[in-house]
């Protein structure tokens, strides 16, 4: 039996709407910015931490100016890993509604693990073939810290 057209394209779709999301967690573990432009539209307007920012080059920069110091009270996160969790994924043609779960794990410099549990509630659209993010609204539902260790052989391991 052959799966119709349609399926197989919503099959598609979705999958590379995840792949979008997966690169945006890439992109701030490793304050790679540039891969922004494969995430967002270039007039992405987004909400975090309760401040609105317009534009992909303001997104920019509010990452690399802010790096999570401002809302998580510290100096500086030598570490950062997110987890995408649970997506759930509504498209309409070439728009696409998504609502996904994300587990922030944050080292700070004062020794600490900072975990949040996001959301981001986002639309997104697809241009020339490829799915981005043109509005974003990012919730932080909980969070705790915790003493953290950190590995001794991890600048050894990271070259």
Do not use: C
Not at 121 to 149: C, N, Q
């Amino acid at each position: 039996m052959a799966i119709p057209e349609s399926a197989l394209q919503t099959l598609l779709d979705k999958d590379a709407i995840r792949d979008v999301l997966y690169r945006y967690a890439t992109a701030i573990d490793t304050w790679n910015m540039d891969i922004f432009d494969e995430v967002f539209t270039k007039d992405v307007t987004a909400v975090y931490n309760y401040n609105d920012i317009s534009g992909i080059e303001a997104l920019k920069r509010y990452f690399l100016d802010l790096r999570f110091r401002g809302p998580l009270g510290v100096k500086a996160l030598p570490t950062r890993m997110h987890f995408t969790g649970n997506i759930t994924i509504s498209l309409s043609g070439n728009e696409a509604t998504t609502d996904t779960y994300l587990l922030a794990l944050n080292s700070s410099d004062d020794g600490r693990m900072l975990v949040r549990g996001n959301r981001y509630f986002d639309k997104f659209i697809k241009l020339a073939g490829s799915w981005r993010i043109r509005e974003r609204r990012h919730l932080t539902e909980w969070m705790f810290d915790s003493p953290v260790k950190m590995d001794p052989d991890r600048a050894a391991a990271a070259r």
